[in-house]
């Protein structure tokens, strides 16, 4: 397995592989159904996604010389990477599990306060009618802020902009990765 710095420093080559798949993908997600899609196209590609969503940050803890990339292809990998985990993104409750979370720690926190003088002051009533309170809330936050992310994340995963976006961070890795145009890759071409 390669250590993180090396796989770091490769990242446009990895941009080109994934890239590569994410084309693939998109172009099988244009032209099938969605029950009829590639089982394992979807599962190297989520991946892949995946791959490419944690590079950024293992980039930047560990490629120490300054001009080995740009804040433009940490985004491109950004949105390159929601772009492949989209669906498997989608599928994920935030609104419940971010509630859940929060509930089972909001009860923890009352039964430690319980065992306290300024606790045994307060009446469990009130505490847990005020986690209930706070719990709604962050239901209903969630569940709106829920909408607006299953949106962006529709869109993300319409195989023409997984065709799109991955043929952009393919191009982008191919040009730096080849040294045609240093670091900057599309960008040079764009000012």
């Not at 099988?28 to 940050?57: D, M, Y």
Request: glycine share 8%; net charge positive; aromatic share 6%.
């Amino acid at each position: 397995m390669p250590a993180p710095s090396s796989l770091a420093m490769h990242y446009a080559w990895v941009l080109v592989l994934c890239g590569s798949m994410g084309v693939a993908l998109g172009i099988n997600r244009t032209v099938k159904r969605r029950e009829n899609e590639s089982l394992v196209l979807q599962l190297l590609s989520a991946i892949g996604g995946l791959v490419v969503l944690a590079l950024p940050t293992v980039m930047v803890l560990h490629i120490r010389p300054a001009g080995v990339y740009t804040a433009a292809t940490l985004l491109l990998m950004i949105v390159f990477s929601l772009c492949l985990l989209a669906r498997p993104l989608k599928k994920i409750p935030i609104a419940f599990t971010a509630v859940t979370a929060s509930g089972v720690f909001l009860l923890w926190g009352a039964m430690r306060l319980r065992g306290t003088a300024f606790g045994e002051r307060i009446p469990m009533e009130f505490v847990v009618g005020a986690i209930v309170v706070i719990l709604a809330a962050l239901f209903i936050l969630c569940f709106a802020l829920e909408a607006a992310v299953d949106t962006v994340l529709t869109i993300l995963g319409w195989g023409l902009v997984i065709t799109l976006v991955s043929a952009i961070a393919v191009i982008h890795g191919a040009l730096i990765a080849n040294g045609v145009t240093g670091p900057e890759g599309l960008q040079h071409y764009l000012h």
